[in-house]
């Protein structure tokens, strides 16, 4: 493998990245890899990570070359997205590698919230119990160690809440302008802003896995539409939170532990809203304008939060209908 300090100027640089992909893709299933919405992603080293989009996502009209160049134009820019390298299509469909592949920067941080159902769901509980353990337990719903998980699974929760009121403004700002920024400017790629998409490492955001549009996008934005969708894309973001009621044993709420910890963490989750909406408010003054979007950012807060701090956010959102 080579690294990136390797290279002595862009031309050669461009060179030995289309060189390094062309090489991994007979190789990728080697590599650990997941699957997701539209294709897979194999983990190459600590550096580079390599996209296969699935065959049904084939180039139009050179939308996968615009999709690329946009996203290496949005790094550049500065937005919180990772370095394109090289890209590759392999057009021939007799040709068992058929696909398009990205070789890309390997953005820092682990997914932002882990939900109830990931795969990586053990690797917060490792150091604690067995696989076999953790599967038991998690059948079983009740006992000590699921007591533990619980525990330890709002924890998890609580440390991630944390860091974000934590980290700097400016990083902040920047992760909320880039979320906005590109879904004015993108034509062939777009946010899609979830907590598998988001990756943190206690001081950076990093959003991966934009959109790939195949269709070029022609009509201007609505920027005031733009900015109400960013703004509610932050908020649902932060309602991950409600994964936590999902994995607890209702009847968990009991243990006064486990509902010490639960409201803890509903505390830290309003002021990490507060915090994102405020914030938004600032830089991009979003108004909303339907009664609807009123309701269900109103229907969000509430499903996470304390009745209190909902109704408090919902007094910091403009409103105009």
Same mark, same amino acid.
Request: hydrophobic share 40%; with cysteine; charged share 30%.
């Given at each position: 493998?080579?690294?990136?300090?390797?290279?002595?100027?862009?031309?050669?640089?461009?060179?030995?990245?289309?060189?390094?992909?062309?090489?991994? !893709?007979?190789?990728?299933?080697?590599?650990?890899?997941?699957?997701?919405?539209?294709?897979?992603?194999?983990?190459?080293?600590?550096?580079?990570?390599?996209?296969?989009?699935?065959?049904?996502?084939?180039?139009?009209?050179?939308?996968?070359?615009?999709?690329?160049?946009?996203?290496?134009?949005?790094?550049?820019?500065?937005?919180?997205?990772?370095?394109?390298?090289?890209?590759?299509?392999?057009?021939?469909?007799?040709?068992?590698?058929?696909?398009?592949?990205?070789?890309?920067?390997?953005?820092?941080?682990?997914?932002?919230?882990?939900?109830?159902?990931?795969?990586?769901?053990?690797?917060?509980?490792?150091?604690?119990?067995?696989?076999? &353990?953790?599967?038991?337990?998690?059948?079983?719903?009740?006992?000590?160690?699921?007591?533990?998980?619980?525990?330890?699974?709002?924890?998890?929760?609580?440390?991630?809440?944390?860091?974000?009121?934590?980290?700097?403004?400016?990083?902040?700002?920047?992760? !909320?302008?880039?979320?906005?920024?590109?879904?004015?400017?993108?034509?062939?790629?777009?946010?899609?802003?979830?907590?598998?998409?988001?990756?943190?490492?206690?001081?950076?955001?990093?959003?991966?896995?934009?959109?790939?549009?195949?269709?070029?996008?022609?009509?201007?934005?609505?920027?005031?539409?733009?900015?109400?969708?960013?703004?509610?894309?932050?908020?649902?973001?932060?309602?991950?939170?409600?994964?936590?009621?999902?994995?607890?044993?209702?009847?968990?709420?009991?243990?006064?532990?486990?509902?010490?910890?639960?409201?803890?963490?509903?505390?830290?989750?309003?002021?990490?809203?507060?915090?994102?909406?405020?914030?938004?408010?600032?830089?991009?003054?979003?108004?909303?304008?339907?009664?609807?979007?009123?309701?269900?950012?109103?229907?969000?807060?509430?499903?996470?939060?304390?009745?209190?701090?909902?109704? &408090?956010?919902?007094? &910091?959102?403009?409103?105009?209908?």
């Amino acid at each position: 493998m080579f690294g990136i300090d390797n290279f002595e100027n862009e031309n050669l640089a461009s060179k030995k990245f289309d060189d390094f992909l062309s090489s991994l !893709i007979p190789r990728l299933e080697e590599f650990e890899h997941k699957q997701g919405g539209e294709g897979s992603v194999y983990f190459i080293n600590d550096d580079f990570v390599v996209k296969k989009f699935y065959n049904s996502a084939m180039a139009i009209n050179n939308s996968f070359l615009n999709y690329c160049n946009e996203m290496a134009n949005f790094h550049d820019l500065g937005f919180c997205v990772p370095e394109f390298f090289a890209f590759k299509m392999i057009e021939d469909k007799y040709d068992k590698h058929y696909g398009l592949y990205i070789l890309e920067e390997r953005a820092k941080g682990r997914e932002i919230y882990i939900d109830h159902n990931n795969s990586d769901l053990f690797s917060l509980f490792d150091s604690v119990c067995s696989k076999e &353990e953790f599967e038991n337990a998690m059948s079983a719903k009740e006992g000590l160690l699921f007591e533990k998980l619980m525990e330890l699974y709002i924890k998890d929760f609580m440390n991630v809440n944390k860091q974000l009121l934590d980290i700097s403004d400016l990083m902040l700002e920047n992760f !909320i302008l880039s979320n906005f920024d590109m879904r004015v400017q993108g034509k062939s790629s777009s946010p899609d802003v979830q907590p598998r998409n988001i990756l943190f490492d206690g001081k950076n955001l990093t959003m991966i896995d934009n959109l790939y549009l195949k269709i070029v996008r022609k009509t201007m934005p609505n920027e005031n539409l733009e900015k109400v969708i960013t703004l509610k894309t932050l908020v649902n973001l932060i309602s991950s939170n409600d994964e936590v009621a999902y994995f607890i044993n209702p009847s968990a709420k009991k243990i006064k532990s486990i509902s010490k910890i639960y409201r803890e963490n509903q505390t830290l989750a309003a002021k990490v809203t507060k915090r994102f909406v405020k914030k938004t408010n600032e830089l991009l003054n979003p108004v909303i304008d339907k009664r609807y979007d009123f309701e269900s950012f109103k229907q969000t807060l509430g499903s996470f939060l304390k009745e209190k701090d909902a109704q &408090e956010i919902v007094s &910091e959102l403009q409103i105009d209908f």
